[in-house]
């Protein structure tokens, strides 16, 4: 059966972090985008991790979107070789078109625009305003804290566990794209791959 997939948008880092496992599985992160034949959906800049994922993308022959404001945009941070780059006025606006654009959200290791930005995904999916996959990258147990306070939140009643039943984790970057494409199938507990 082929996947529902189309485009997948990867949140991560506008810096490389301090671990060369980041920068490792950002490149496999683009090889299974393209293993899959997967357009990349991003922030369109050409810095960090965000650089990495969509030029491993490009130099495979795949599609990249990026969106990105103007304010970052004149900045000179925007990617120019993009197969497309959209230009938005806010930081909200970036947010929706992403998320219009794509299928499945998958956040790498990243700071506080990159919680933000599955936070809020999460929150829509709660919301019912959208019923799309979203996975957490965990690469040696960067989200391990945010998935202990998101159980937190659940068992303190202030959720409930069907909130995350969106939600995928793994250590394996197309091992959390399968199970984004086989939603919605239930929570992968755990860690696929």
């Known amino acids: 059966m082929p996947s529902p997939l189309r485009r997948v948008c990867v949140f991560c880092g506008s810096n490389l972090g301090d671990r060369p ?3 490792q599985a950002a490149r496999a992160m683009g090889r299974s985008l393209l293993e899959r034949d997967l357009e990349l959906v991003f922030g369109g ?23 990105i404001p103007r304010a970052l945009e004149e900045r000179e941070l925007a990617h120019r070789g993009l197969t497309e780059l959209r230009v ?27 919680f933000e930005e599955i936070l809020e995904i999460l929150t829509w999916s709660q919301l019912e305003i959208h019923p799309k996959p979203s996975g957490l990258l965990n690469v040696e147990g960067y989200y391990d804290t945010l998935i202990a306070l998101l159980d937190q ?33 239930g929570r992968a507990s755990g860690a696929p791959g």
């Not at 299928?103 to 506080?112: E, L, Q, S, Y």
């Open 21 to 23: 496992a980041y920068e």
């Open 153 to 185: 939140a659940i068992d303190g009643g202030f959720m409930p566990a069907s909130s995350l039943d969106s939600l995928y984790s793994g250590t394996d970057s197309g091992a959390l794209l399968e199970a984004c494409a086989v939603h919605p199938a």
């Open 88 to 114: 938005v006025s806010s930081m909200h606006e970036r947010k929706a078109m992403m998320e219009n654009l794509s299928d499945a959200f998958i956040a790498m290791p990243g700071g506080i625009g990159t």
């Open 45 to 67: 800049g050409h810095v960090g991790l965000m650089g990495v994922v969509a030029d491993t993308v490009l130099e495979g022959g795949g599609r990249v979107i990026g969106v």
